[in-house]
């Protein structure tokens, strides 16, 4: 271990990974001072980042990442609140969008139990991300609410928690810029996949949240980053015990993502989903996001103290979601963030999303696919459709760039469904009509029936508790 | 492998190495020319650096990356000449003067069998380098030879090579600009450490002279760079095996590397040793460069068919020696590249350096560390009599910085040699007082004199032929 009182040079750190010794926590600190104050080049951060992928890190240096990186800039702090914060983050999938059912779950179970200051007894300071690669993000989701805020700064962020109990915002340009930069330059270097630099990334921007406690989403299966098993798993692990060695309750749920959830990918079509489901509009192809939310909101609600068992709050998470309550506490963090929540009173068919956002709303084109053959619906690539929804218009072709609000996927049938000859599977949903061809034939390809009933997982594979 | 008509993305090809696959040689070529054309930033050469010196290289690869570096500027071809084109490489050491000779008996013996062209039948492209960490550099020698220059354009240095039949220059903008980028990031990101980079960066300038034969000088011991035997051994045998496939006939001479070589370490010290070895003044303490000189161009001018075996080059080697021709050799190469051969003639005494290069000749100062009791020589840490030789001014503290000319140290006992108490063991020079302070108590640490005779390594541990 480095003295406190030597001088610290990036050199001699890079050494050390390089030469699979594990960094100090000191050695850490400059690495991350470095690169956020630019005395580090991005040359040397490139190579101890190619060096932490190819010699891995320690449990000691995989808590100190993220630890550091947290205090690169501004800090979000709620302990003045003297409530209990919590957080879900997923890993990213194809129609997940838990985020949006949960924050108004949690946040009304909160305002039921304010403090003794009159506060929401839980608070869910929920900093969400975009679109990345074929999976959609919560903000490009939330901002197609006319008037919808999602750059709120730190004094709003921390005033929308104490009068409505969740708040959603997207990372600020002074919130762990250490990440930010470590992002880009891994993905400019062909550093994304690693393990341990995933869970410092995602568990840096989390920490920064000052959580109590922490549940993850940790995909497994087509249409996940982590395509195997076992890869999610040691992910999974990596976080809660990270999460744990930081002072957050963290608890990881592996979940099964081998088809789009729910019953809808595609930005605004997300969103009225889960409006009809807090306005008591359920679907079938709903189901298994409706059974998701329950889960992830009923570890939360346990670990909030407010359930003595995760099924016990899976049940009192779907009474909140029944009553109503749900809805209330999301039309309260719309309007507190801006939104227009009158968009949520439209109409709509059971069949066929609304495009009335707004009154100049664009006309929509739209294809279905359809089963080929009779037979039992086994499998489709997962990832493939998250891709479709983008090339669709629901993603940005660079960061920055538009979405569309319309674009993306309404599911007709779930995997292990028996269907006849022509029934339909996927109705995919464009602005712009030309957009329609490729998705359309690059899913047609990844549909899979068969004679048999296919062999499924479960929703639910492992519940983690430590690392 | 990757097919010609792909386009090649750098982050792919950062990623095959990371993940432990063989780059193709498309993917070397595009990898060195995009660092030469800057469409690779420091950032991707950074990780990629690192993943090599992680995962290593393959035989194929370790050939297509020098190769690739040679040909990144302009190239140096002297197939027109239709001579027998051979160098010698060192892998660094202190006092290791023996290129300053070598080039010479070369250059005498090519004199002595001209081509039917009238050129001479060997010619020595040497293009060296500068100080390099605790090692002297052969430019930093020359250049202390008034007028000497070093930078000659290639088609200068062509025409001294056909007047000559030996050239001693640096390493040109345009030559191997790959390896100049490649080895400025190395050091700043703490990669130097490489045997396979190592061997790419020397072999690349080396192959960029179009050598027919090519003799290593691999140290080895407490001076090198390699201290171990092994790792000098494996370093020896890629060069070896990097050089055979490029179609060079390469061997590589392990050579002990426990004390400075010869009777100097110091910039004009070692022109001066050289010189007077070439004009019959052989001193004790010079013993052991001349006897490495004779085996290392033995060698060469058995390979260049000048003797049938390298026993009895290193005869002929010694007769060129004596006989004055590798003298004559000498000065005709310093006169050819606009260097003062007068000072060669100044007067001098067996014990003490000359400092009358110029008739300004600085006031230069000197202490001498003797054995602090009886006994045998046993050992010295070479590496810091290096650094003692750079502290004293013979190095720059930055690159570009003035070198001493005078400074350095003066050997006076060889390891395993008996000594009384109060036997001088080493002589330190400077133009500075101050400078000497340190060198010396550095150096007095490492001198050991023990009471039994020591066991010492031969001067020559192996020669390696194929990689």
């Known amino acids: 271990m480095t003295q406190p009182t030597q001088p610290l040079h990036i050199v001699d750190i890079i050494r050390h990974k390089r030469d699979g010794l594990a960094l100090s926590t000191p050695e850490i600190q400059h690495f991350i001072h470095g690169i956020v104050d630019r005395s580090i080049t991005d040359a040397q951060a490139s190579a101890l980042l190619m060096a932490i992928f190819l010699r891995g890190l320690s449990p000691q240096e995989l808590a100190a990442l993220p630890t550091a990186m947290r205090f690169s800039g501004d800090t979000f702090d709620a302990t003045p609140l003297h409530t209990f914060t919590i957080d879900k983050h997923s890993t990213g999938g194809v129609g997940d969008k838990t985020s949006l059912l ?90 994304i996949e690693s393990p341990n630099l995933i869970t410092a990334s995602i568990m840096s921007k989390k920490l920064a949240e000052s959580l109590n406690a922490l549940v993850l989403d940790v995909k497994t299966g087509s249409g996940a980053f982590m395509k195997s ?112 929540t009158s968009v949520f009173h439209s109409s709509r068919t059971q069949n066929a999303p609304s495009s009335a956002i707004h009154d100049d709303a664009p006309r929509i084109y739209s294809r ?14 997962c990832t493939q ?57 690059m899913l047609q390809e990844t549909l899979q029936i068969q004679p048999s009933a296919p062999h499924l997982q479960p929703l639910i594979r492992e519940v983690i508790t430590t690392g």
Request: charged share 15%; aromatic share 6%; hydrophobic share 40%.
């Open 102 to 191: 949960i924050a108004p779950i949690l946040a009304a179970a909160g305002l039921a139990a304010p403090t003794p200051a009159g506060i929401p007894g839980i608070c869910v300071p929920m900093i969400s991300g975009r679109s990345l690669g074929h999976t959609g993000g919560t903000l490009d989701k939330l901002e197609t609410i006319p008037g919808f805020n999602t750059q709120l700064t730190l004094p709003q962020f921390f005033d929308t928690l104490k009068t409505c109990g969740a708040a959603l915002i997207g990372q600020t340009p002074t919130l762990v810029p250490a990440d930010r930069i470590l992002y880009a330059l891994r993905d400019h270097i062909g550093t």
């Open 229 to 340: 098993y076992d890869d999610s798993r040691y992910l999974a692990s990596l976080m809660v015990q990270t999460g744990t060695l930081a002072g957050t309750r963290t608890v990881a749920l592996l979940t099964t993502h081998d088809q789009p959830l729910g019953r809808f990918a595609g930005n605004w079509l997300e969103v009225q989903e889960c409006v009809d489901i807090m306005q008591q509009v359920r679907h079938p192809m709903s189901a298994d996001l409706i059974e998701l939310t329950n889960i992830l909101s009923g570890w939360m609600l346990h670990l909030a103290g407010q359930a003595d068992t995760p099924a016990q709050g899976a049940v009192l998470s779907d009474q909140i979601l029944r009553s109503g309550a749900a809805y209330q506490a999301w039309l309260g963090i719309i309007a507190a963030q801006g939104g227009d």
């Open 368 to 381: 279905t696919l359809t089963a080929s053959t009779s037979g039992y619906f086994a499998s489709m690539d």
């Open 385 to 441: 459709a998250g891709w479709a929804v983008q090339g669709l218009g629901a993603g940005s072709a660079k960061p920055g760039d538009p979405v569309s609000a319309h674009a993306g996927i309404q599911v007709h049938a779930k995997l292990g469904q028996q269907l006849t000859q022509g029934h339909p599977l996927i109705t995919l949903y464009s602005e712009e009509e030309s957009l329609l061809d490729e998705p359309y034939h």
